[in-house]
């Protein structure tokens, strides 16, 4: 029964299974387990402590491109990887080269100048766990932050140089910036 239960458990490796030589030693290597998963390993360990590991997470290809690599001049290709889809060499490991695939925005961001200190610009940066919001570069010196996207205009109420964009179920809002006013303008 025992014999039964593996074929199924270890199917979808079945390369695994076939007995391989060991390339530093004469022994076989044997599928093993550890902390991180299932491996290849030599059957005279410790002696002889080669491994390998049972697959590869350098990113399957999903598709050719058709340009040619920057640095060894073979075809990039399309990958899915670990955390999503990237631009590599078809000749990996030999060569390392990947790119991203998200191009950087080319469209110019406007310009706010900081209302706190009057010297930074606010900047879209992202919290760890990926909302955007908007703070001065100077930071640490100024720690001026929104949480909304800044908007050109001054408060009708207070007189603070910057608005922000809200927007809620019934249409966007623009309302001031300065926590304390928080107006929202007609």
Do not use: W
């Amino acid at each position: 029964m025992s014999s039964k239960i593996d074929q199924k458990l270890f199917s979808g490796h079945e390369h695994a299974l076939e007995h391989e030589p060991c390339p530093n030693c004469d022994g076989e290597l044997q599928l093993r387990h550890g902390k991180h998963g299932p491996f290849l390993g030599c059957t005279h360990y410790p002696s002889c402590d080669f491994i390998r590991p049972l697959h590869q997470n350098d990113g399957h290809i999903i598709k050719p491109l058709g340009v040619a690599c920057p640095e060894c001049g073979n075809e990039l290709v399309l990958r899915q990887g670990r955390y999503g889809m990237f631009i590599g060499c078809s000749d990996y490991p030999a060569c390392q080269h990947i790119e991203s695939l998200d191009a950087p925005d080319e469209t110019p961001q406007q310009q706010f100048a900081c209302p706190d200190c009057g010297r930074g610009h606010l900047t879209e940066r992202k919290t760890r766990f990926g909302k955007l919001f908007y703070a001065c570069d100077c930071y640490p010196k100024c720690k001026f932050a929104v949480n909304l996207p800044p908007v050109k205009g001054r408060c009708e109420e207070c007189g603070f140089p910057l608005l922000v964009e809200k927007k809620l179920a019934s249409g966007v809002k623009v309302q001031c910036a300065d926590r304390k006013c928080q107006h929202v303008q007609s």
